[in-house]
């Protein structure tokens, strides 16, 4: 008996003891690693607020490194088995011999939310053995990660993610072996790690596997089906692979194994084959599913009303159309739905009003209309019904959702007036858009939103500043663009001292005074009624992205410090009457995108300074009068897409270039009205040859996206989505015209001196639309080459000295809907084929020896006097043919109407909202043009049989 009580109270002494005291050789090793690294970062990503440096609890004064933080010791043997470091703000290097591998013991690693930039992941690592939890995620190592961690075959757990630049790799090999090694694994997390490689089909994945995040990884190929087939998985995420084909199994091979899945994220993936229907029997606890931008065509899924237990479903971004039907009865879990960015059409889904659970609602850029019901639920804190055909007033429920943080009502046909105090029991409201809703704005309230950020009126009949909009010190985004404001800024406008993006375009301000300069990144103030010269605080502003002051009156010179910024991106100060020269204060390797500097009364040459904006893409400087040869040097600018130097005083030959196909990427080429000689500038024509209007879709002239920081902002808005304009004459008339197309390809050396042929290679530029080579000194016969220019829509060589023939080959320019050959020494008959047929006499003017439809001169008869030429000028502009009439003649010869003319006609009489430069394409358009481009097709086909 005596010997059981001793042995029971030496049990007692060494758990006491091996409870409070740890392995000298541990605390040594962990000092030596808190040596090596500091703790004074302030990187935490993904980290709570409350984090702080573990490691400084590490010292002499407590060798019992069992009590210092982030440490787990073994009870009995008092080895360190657990290392939690996550959030302490370490960086440094980790390094190879690093005295963190000394730890054999260690079970659990968790290094995540550091900054190691600069450090590899060492072979080391490799030695841990015992580890069954590993996290290195969100700490920026980089380079390859090593063979060793595929030997750690304990491992139940592995975070590598990824979230820095340059992120971790992978390699095949090691990715084979990861699978093959770590069978244990139940959760495995690769997210934005670059893997950039094909998974084997044959590969054998943990049958443990509970959790597997590899989205953002850059996989290719087909994913194995197996992954789908996994028993224990309960979530699976694989969103944003885009040369990734998945392939979902069929119902036969899902019925035949167990299936645990909670949640399905494919999103931004291309889904082969769609998503079968048995998702829905087969996964019937299923709570969060992701499908967004999955390619996913015809009407809603109906497996969705099986899903009772869905509590997200993110069907966003995909061509699903038709109505969206009413099984949301089911769904009484759901708190979070997006069928944003689809087709639906029809009244909104009834059932929808009465999930009681529901706080997010998308479903933005849809064609549903109807009224919007009364809400039964005040659960909501995201609306968003933007972009729609929805009619009638605001339903009267919305005031009593308390909850709401976001509103999106924009760009719809309701009716009726709405003021601040409809919105005022929302005290969390930090997202409110109603622009081109058709709501009218009231006026002033006593109500404040102290949290609100984002604040659209656009078009809302807005007559003055809204007085609550001074309460709400996080706003950031205000865009009262296209209402009736006159005047100055109100004094308490500096005030907001969180304004970054501001867009009050369109209106009737007069002064540029109170705005708090220092913090703006967008500034849209185009088209109103500023005077005087730009104010000094504009060289205040340290982090400036956009500033537009187009179609203003404001003089003087322009200051050096909008050249000299190192984050201006988009400089438009077109139509206003600043004079002087341009500054030549370029920096190197300066961040502008996009210049438009046209319609002022700059003088000088181009500054040289230039060549350091390297992302240069657009550059307008035209109707000013800058006098000048013409500066080849632009050569070295290899971004450069759009060239307009029109209406100055250039002068002189094309010469001097040293690439030798300079402007490969020219799209928009423009030197009209200037005084060059010499032959057609042949070296650029020739870099022309490249151009594939076909590749570009329809894709903008636009900058890259900037991050605001929010799903919420609206893109059509913001969202660094700038679109350029170009001037083009139109019937006499000079018209703005903005969201020029990629696809609009554009050549314009009119009204200049130049001499010489038409070059035969001119053929090559077969996805030009728009060539104008008229009012020159132009010899020799059209190039019967031009054949080839299989895309021109528009074509005006008028006013020049050609003669001979019209090609007949010229009749396969089966797009071609505009030709102006006026004014020449053309002889012979005009081709009677195809879009010929449909040009009329002022086309053919001025050219005595021509004959044929649609000229009163028959071939072969004795020929009328000729037709005097007229006054240039009286005589029509180019494009000035570009009317409807003429199009709907194309049609009838089963030919489509050009693409870029008329999208110019279609802009033409459009209220100045529509040409805003931050509105995307419309929906009409599009159908416009698809339909003409069906047409076109169909036509030619019956016509080919």
Known sequence: MERVVLCVVFVVVCFSFGNSLCSSHDSLSLLHFKHSLNATGDHQYGCPNSSYPKTTSWNMTSMDCCKWDGITCNSFTGHVIGLDLSCSRLEGTLHPNSSLFQLRHLQTLDLSSNDFTGSQI?????????????????SCFEGRIPLGISHLSKLVSLDLSDGCYPSLQFSHDMLNMLFQNLTKLEFLSLYFLNISSNIPMNVSFS?????????????????????FLLPKLETLRLSENHYLTLSLPDYFSWSRTTHSLRELDLSFNNVSGGIPNSLGNTFKALKILRLSMCSLAGPFPEFIGQLSQITQLDLSHNNLDGKI??????????TSLSLDNNNFTGPFPPSLVNLTNLQVLRLRNNSLSGTIPEFKTNSIEILDLSRNQFSGPIPQSLTHLLNLTAVFLGQNKLSGEVGAEMFSSMKNLQYLDLSLSGLSWSGNSNTTFPLLSYLALRSCGVKDFPDFIFNSKDLWVLDLSENEIHGQFPKWFGGLSALQFLNVSH???????????????????????????????????????????SYNNLMGEIPNCLFTSSSLKVLNLQANNFHGPIPNKFPDNSALGHINLSKNQLEGPIPTSLVNCTSLRVLDLGNNKIHSTFPSWLETLQQLELLILKSNRFYGPIVAFQTKLPFSNMKIFDLSNNSFTG????????????????????????????????????????????????????????????????????????????EGEIPKFIGNLNSLLLLNLSH?????????????MSTLEALDLSFNQLTGKIPEELASLTFLAVLNLSHNHLAGPIPQSNQFNTFQNDSYLGNSELCGFPLSNECGKHKSASVPVEHEEDEPSFLSEMTWQSVLIGYGCGLTFGFGIVYLIYLFERPRWFINSFETITHEMIYIIQRARKRRRRNFHTENL
């Not at 060492?122 to 969100?138: A, E, K, R, W």
């Not at 913090?519 to 400036?544: A, F, K, R, V």
């Open 325 to 334: 039907p009413d099984v949301f009865y089911n769904l009484q879990m759901l």
């Open 207 to 227: 049958s443990s596997l509970r959790y597997l995040n590899i989205a953002r990884t850059n996989l290719q190929g087909d994913l194995p089906k197996s992954i």
């Open 507 to 549: 209106n009737f301000l007069t002064s540029l005074d109170h705005i708090p300069w220092v913090t703006m990144m967008i500034l849209d103030l185009q088209s109103n009624s500023l005077t005087g010269p730009l104010p000094s605080p504009i060289c205040t502003i340290t982090e400036l992205y956009l500033i537009n002051l």
């Open 776 to 788: 020159n000194s132009l010899t020799g016969h059209i190039p019967v080459e031009m054949k080839n």
């Open 679 to 754: 032959s057609l500038p042949m070296e650029i024509l020739k870099g022309f040859k490249d151009m594939d209007a076909h590749k570009s879709g329809l894709e903008y002239y636009v900058e890259e996206t900037i991050s605001l920081g929010s799903y919420f902002v609206d893109e059509s808005l913001y969202s660094g989505l700038y679109v350029e304009s170009v001037i083009l004459v139109m019937k006499n008339q000079e018209t703005k015209f903005n969201k020029m197309l990629k696809m609009f390809t554009t050549i314009d050396l009119s009204r200049n001196k130049f």
């Open 122 to 138: 060492p072979q080391g690592i490799g030695q841990l053995v015992s580890l069954t939890h590993l996290n290195l995620s969100y």
